[in-house]
Structure formats: structure tokens, C-alpha cells
């Protein structure tokens, strides 16, 4: 039953993000293998998104580390745990809290013992700039207390590069870069644990650069991207953008991936509109003015539509009942859902 209940959650929330962007690109599965215990380590930018794709876009059911505030009620608290999500905590929720930690890193080394996948964000936080912020250390703690219960467990960690077109926007893209396996057991060294602790870090880190748009220098970050958009660059091609950012070879051509601006996109968001025209004056007038961060707009746009579009549909599907019979009333239904998914893919152009 739980299996089931997985399942249809997890079907439910791919589903979703089908239609919430209009493109997802993956590359790079095949570096994450399988029947071997597994660290997905990826960059955070979009909250929760971040998470969902990777669980839904993945060859592995991951565990994924989360920040504790989020499991504030009884209810949630069973929702997360059954959604295979663990709570850790931070200094921001009080130095007493931290002890809770020894508990979850022993749950989670027991987890790699057992030959299972675990997803963290060893930035720490999360930040809409395009570049990989200094990594925490905790990820090497889970690690190394896994090696040390069992030295001869081999461990890979694969990291992930997350990259959006636009994070703040809807509809968006995103793309998910799986990077080559990373062997612990190569920088695991016990007599030097502080040694092995560094070195397992600038790994990660020097990985996770390669696989999403890294700006360096953070002076001038906003002068950077200002540059990046104005060439229209691909940022759902990391590899690209940052080799221009390296050669501070800027184009000045039009790429495509890029919003289309002209009288097709204004047609198209003008149909969306009218098409979803309760949806989105609840979503503006009364949702979204609530969402203090510019990190949670994606994730609680998101979230709004995951809940509230099933009950939309409901409503509409009932209207049409006064003046319809059930089987045309449900093709209305139906033929509105499908121009809604085409009018998202087609919001963009390539």
C-alpha cells in the first residue's frame, strides 16, 4: 500500500511539472548507477522545485534532506516522512537543535549501509544567483560515519547540476545534469579526516561548477548576467555559458531558448489568461503578494497549481453539467487541460 501511495504521488507530481514547464531537459543519467549505495549532491536555486524534479527525473528513489521548519505539524510531519524526506537542522533553528543531527546522520549512514540513494543540498541554502555557493561540510560527515561503520562500503556520490532558464518566470525551463560518479572510498582517509574532508569538498565543488552556470566574482555579478541575457545565451547549457564566461566572450547574436517577445507570445499568454482566469486572480491577488522571497515564487506557484488545478477542473466539470450530459461535459474538460499544456509548450520558442 505504501508502494502505491508512492507511486501515485510521484506520478501525480511529474505530471505536474510536465505541464508547469515547457521544457525539461535531462542529460547524463546513465553516470548514476545502480544497487550501490548512492549521494546525489546538487546546486540549489529554486526551493523545493529543486527536489521535486531530481525525485521525479531520476533513476533512483532518493531520501532527500530537508530543512526541519517545514515539518511544523503532526500531519506534515507523517506526509514528509512517507515522501522519504528527512529533516535536518540548521543554526538558524537554534544551537540546541543541532544535536538532533547525530540522529539523522546515523539514520542516513544506516540508509548508504543499506545500499540506498540519499539527495542533499550541501550549499546549505538557496539563492536564485547563478553560481555554486561554498559548500557545507555536513554531507562528508554523513559519509565518513557510513565508512567507518563499514570501511569496506563503496559509496559514489554523483552530483547534479539544477539550472533553470528563468526561476522566477512561468513557464520556465529547467535542466538537470547528472555528473560523473565520485568514489569516496578515494578520498576517504581516516587517519586525516580533516584532509579528507577538503578534498572531498573542492571535488564536489569543482564538479558542481561544471555542470550549471557559475559567475565567479560576485563584485560584478550583476553586470554579468545583465550581459548573459542581453546575448540571449542558453543557460539550460552550463557548458556553454560557462566557457563564454571564461573567454569573457560575450555574443551579441540571438540564441534560441529565449522568451520569444512579438505578437505570437502576447496572443498566447492572452489566451492562457482568459482560459485561466479565476486561477490567476486568486494566484495575484491573494497568494502571490504573501510570498516574501523571490526563491519561493517558483515553488509556491507551483505548489498553488498542484493543489488547486484538480479542484478547478472539479468546478468546471460540474458547470458544464447544467448544460451538457457527463461524457461532452468531461471532453470540455479535457480539450481545456490539453490546450493549457499547449499553450505552455508553445510559450516558448526551440
Known sequence: MRRLGYLVIWVWIRTALTFYFSKIKIEGLHNVPSGKPIMFLANHQNALLDALLIATHCSRKPYFLTRSDVFKTTVLKAFFEFLQMIPVYR??????????????????????????????????????KRRVRPLSKGFTRILFLALENNPSLDIGIVPIGVNYANAEKFPDKAALYYGKEIRVQDFFNKEDLSGSVGRLKEEVYHQLKKLTTHIEEESSYGDIVRKLDSANVHYLDPVAVNLILEKEAFPDHKSIGKLEIGPKNYILKAVFFILNFPMIIIWSQLIKPKVSEPEFLSTTRFMYGLIFYPFFYLLLFAGMLIFLNWPFALIVCIAHLTLNIALVKLWWKG
Open 91 to 128: 543554526i538558524r533553528d537554534g544551537k540546541k537543535s543541532l544535536v538532533g543531527n547525530n540522529a539523522i546522520f546515523e539514520r542516513c549512514s544506516k540508509l548508504l549501509q543499506g545500499r540506498e540513494a540519499i539527495l542533499l543540498f550541501p550549499e546549505g541554502n538557496h539563492s536564485l
